[in-house]
């Protein structure tokens, strides 16, 4: 196929059709539309095939602005305006070559392995025996290495052996300080407080219990009315966090140190879980008011009627056998969900079939040596590190402070992780097992966490839940946007940090208040140096926060304690 352009070449192709016999050329005027289309189309194929071969005749296709003296080799004139789709498509159909051209222009080289194929196959091809290629170096982001494990094993092994080293400075400096007696008579309060009152407060909490189940039940019955009940309730939950403060206050003398904090740990712990069981009823008797009118049966999946018919064709009480509202409003389900390691109250929780005794003993011996070993560190490292903390912490000399906050921050990290360790897994492992409690997600990988937000919501799952649950989705819910409730989640979160620190030590500072505030901006830092630097650096200020920010904070109340309850102690290291 070729075009033809001269004047001559045109004269010869009309001559050739004149010469032709009339009837030899009607079935070319009078085809078929569908044939002529075919035709066209095979035409224009053709045509693109012989056009294309350089892109110069292609480009000259294209820029024609007029169709006369253009015809095939029959000599039948060429209209590119029905092929102007086409030939604005390059040789592939991706496209003009212009789009293809700018394209290329666009791509940018960002690695040195990306040099030609074909400049690597000429070098090669020298006699000089060339051993040199494209690379990057290791450590280079555009390198693409990531198997650092020798240098993880090289740090590991550096952190043992600056560890050991700092455990023999303190055991030369103070010998040996474990004394398992005295943590026994730490742990009991002995000659610190007056007889059980910790014990005694603690029973007290059943009085909370049985008034938020009877109130339960009467707005179930509706013999009380919602506002009321919801009165009374709220009454209820916000005075069983305050008893301890007013208890403390009056009668600090009379509780340990171990005591007091237990006992606002308890009622922390009981104020969630009340506030989850008030709200998820609450959620079940709407649901219940608006169903009772059609009193429809409940629903059976496919597969309990699988499991129907492979039993034999059981009654639908064997096969479906839910707790449903109002019939959890018993004190076996109140007091099984507060021994729960959850603080999310549901009407069903997920069981297990059975106890596993080997996992559950391993859970214990865990629970048994974690503790020793933590009662070992904080006599042998922790306590004379904080008490020799108190003079520069007291004189504010920046450069000793700093040289003591440093010192305290191994054996208190150590100490966090071993606590995190029994607390989330071996301690509420063994609570679950015993109560066959399936859900057993209390932490996930934290430590892979790129910004604090992250971190905080990976490291402790159940507080998170029920952040979610019972405070953020019911404030969003209201109106406010998802930063406001955020806030409000850290303000609650920052009360009883400072709840569980200044209540038992009876030194009503905001330290642990301004540190939880202080995650905010903080989290703002880790997600813009995640975003700029990358997510490596982001887990580097997540780890700095946990390492540094707990024993500035240990050494401040620690300090503030001192001169609260013992200001003769600021002259010398140690207090009474």
Not at 4 to 24: E, F, G, Y
Not at 300 to 312: N, P, Q
Not at 327 to 338: A, G, P, S, T, V
Not at 469 to 487: D, E, N
Request: overall charge positive.
């Amino acid at each position: 196929m070729y075009l033809v352009d001269s004047r001559a070449a045109i004269d010869n192709a009309r001559a050739m059709t004149a010469t032709k016999d009339p009837k030899d050329q009607v079935p070319k005027t009078t085809t078929q539309p569908a044939q002529k289309n075919g035709a066209a189309g095979g035409l224009m194929k053709r045509l693109r095939r012989s056009a294309s071969v350089t892109e110069h005749n292609l480009n000259n296709l294209r820029n024609r602005n007029s169709t006369q003296h253009l015809f095939d080799q029959h000599g039948n004139p060429i209209d590119l305006r029905q092929y102007r789709k086409v030939l604005d498509k390059d040789e592939n159909g991706n496209g003009t070559s212009e789009k293809k051209l700018r394209y290329r222009r666009t791509q940018s080289v960002t690695r040195a392995e990306e040099i030609s194929n074909k400049e690597a196959k000429l070098r090669k091809a020298q006699p000089d025996r060339s051993i040199h290629r494209p690379r990057d170096s290791l450590f280079s982001w555009s390198s693409g290495f990531t198997n650092f494990t020798g240098l993880v094993n090289w740090g590991f092994l550096l952190l043992c052996i600056g560890g050991l080293r700092l455990g023999l400075e303190n055991l030369i400096k103070y010998g040996i300080r474990i004394n398992p007696i005295d943590w026994y008579f730490f742990v009991s309060g002995r000659d610190q407080g007056e007889g059980h009152n910790a014990l005694f407060l603690v029973l007290y909490s059943f009085v909370h219990i049985s008034l938020c189940l009877a109130v339960e039940k009467g707005l179930a019955l509706e013999i009380i009315s919602e506002g009321l009940g919801m009165v009374i309730q709220i009454a209820n939950i916000i005075f069983s966090v305050l008893l301890p403060v007013v208890i403390i206050h009056l009668k600090g003398s009379a509780f340990s140190i171990m005591g007091a904090t237990s006992v606002c740990f308890y009622y922390s712990v009981l104020f969630l879980k009340l506030w989850s069981y008030v709200q998820t009823n609450m959620w079940c008797r709407k649901t219940y008011y608006q169903r009772q009118p059609r009193e429809r049966r409940p629903s059976i999946t496919v597969a309990e009627l699988k499991r129907k018919h492979s039993t034999g064709g059981e009654d639908d009480e064997d096969v479906a056998k839910l707790v449903q509202y109002p019939e959890n409003l018993c004190y076996k389900d109140i007091m099984y969900f507060l021994c729960a390691p959850t603080l999310c109250y549901e009407l069903n929780f997920p069981r297990t079939s059975r106890v596993r005794k080997r996992f559950l003993l391993k859970r214990l011996l865990e629970v048994l040596i974690g503790v020793n070993v933590l009662m070992a560190l904080f006599q042998q490292w922790i306590i004379p590190s904080v008490r020799n903390s108190l003079i520069p912490f007291s004189n504010m000399d920046m450069a000793l402070a700093t040289e003591r906050l440093l010192k305290l921050a191994l054996p208190n990290h150590l100490v966090w992780l071993i606590f995190f360790y029994l607390l989330f897994h071996s301690f509420l492992n063994a609570i679950g097992e015993v109560l066959y409690f399936a859900d057993r997600n209390f932490y996930c990988d934290w430590w892979n966490a790129n910004n604090i937000d992250t971190f905080w919501r990976t490291w402790n799952m159940p507080v998170h839940r029920w952040c979610v649950r019972h405070l953020y989705i019911p404030v969003v819910q209201m109106g406010y946007s998802s930063r406001q409730a955020s806030t409000i989640v850290f303000l609650f979160s920052a009360f009883f940090h400072e709840y569980l620190v200044s209540v038992p030590l009876q030194t009503y500072k905001i330290w642990a208040f301004l540190g939880m505030m202080g995650q905010i901006p903080l989290s703002a830092i880790s997600r813009y140096v995640e975003r700029r630097l990358g997510p490596r650096m982001g887990n580097i200020i997540v780890w700095a926060s946990i390492i540094l920010g707990q024993p500035l904070c240990i050494m401040a109340y620690y300090h503030d304690y001192v001169i609260t309850h013992y200001q003769n102690a600021l002259n010398g290291t140690e207090h009474r």
